[in-house]
């Protein structure tokens, strides 16, 4: 089983960046995709991105698609999300969960979401 950490939120202004990063332990996360979900109080949760088993397979939500940029490091066994241009719609606590390699349902992790990191974009 995987142990999953998000960091990297924060508070920031509207149109600042923040980068979060989804740290494994435990077992590698190579041969399996990454996606990053995110959920505000009183909303449903919102699939936000997924990095598969090759840089080839990535997927954006059309809410986010052009700010955002996931990335992985399988040496770090680190996925990363880069977040700019961020607006007061992107607040909500992000979680991370290890999905399949082709993130075909990557809103349903194969193990647990991480604890998530809470983002909020706010003047």
């Known amino acids: 089983q995987w142990q999953l950490a998000e960091s990297g939120g924060g508070l920031v202004q509207p149109g600042g960046s923040l980068r979060l990063s989804c740290a494994a332990s435990?077992?590698?996360?190579?041969?399996?995709?990454i996606g990053w979900i995110r959920q505000a109080p009183g909303k449903e949760r919102e699939r936000v991105s997924c990095?598969?088993?090759?840089?080839?397979?990535?997927y954006y939500a059309d809410s986010v698609k052009g700010r955002f940029t996931i990335s992985r490091d399988n040496a770090e066994n680190t996925v990363y999300l880069q977040m700019n241009s961020l607006k007061s719609e992107d607040t909500a606590r992000y979680y991370c969960g290890v999905v399949r390699s082709d993130c075909s349902r990557y809103d349903t992790p194969l193990g647990s979401w991480g604890q998530g990191t809470q983002v909020t974009v706010s003047s």
């Open positions: 990095i598969g088993n090759s840089d080839s397979r990535i």
């Open positions: 435990a077992r590698t996360l190579a041969y399996y995709g």
